[in-house]
């Protein structure tokens, strides 16, 4: 299923992804630091869901007290219910 996720407090502004069957998959970010969430989509790509939301929640950049990858795991909990 595909999701769309609006984020809060980083440079990226949205991040569009699909899960199917606990698995992550399509991740793009809209804004932010290009290169890094490029590489992030990849690493991401193909992994259960819920391990990456967990290896990903908390993370900060900076001053933030969120990051993109916090923000990828808080989409993930959302489009899980968590």
Known sequence: MKYVYQTKGTC????DF????GIL?????TGG?????????????GKPAEEIA???RGNTCGYKNTSCGDQLAKAIDQALGA
Do not use: T
Not at 12 to 15: A, K, L, T, V, Y
Not at 18 to 21: A, D, F, G, R, S
Not at 33 to 45: D, M, P, S, T
């Open 12 to 15: 990226s502004s949205r991040i």
């Open 18 to 21: 699909e899960i199917n069957e």
């Open 25 to 29: 998959s399509h991740v793009v970010f």
């Open 33 to 45: 630091c290009n290169g890094n969430l490029k590489a992030i989509g990849k690493l991401v790509e």
């Open 54 to 56: 967990a290896l990903l």
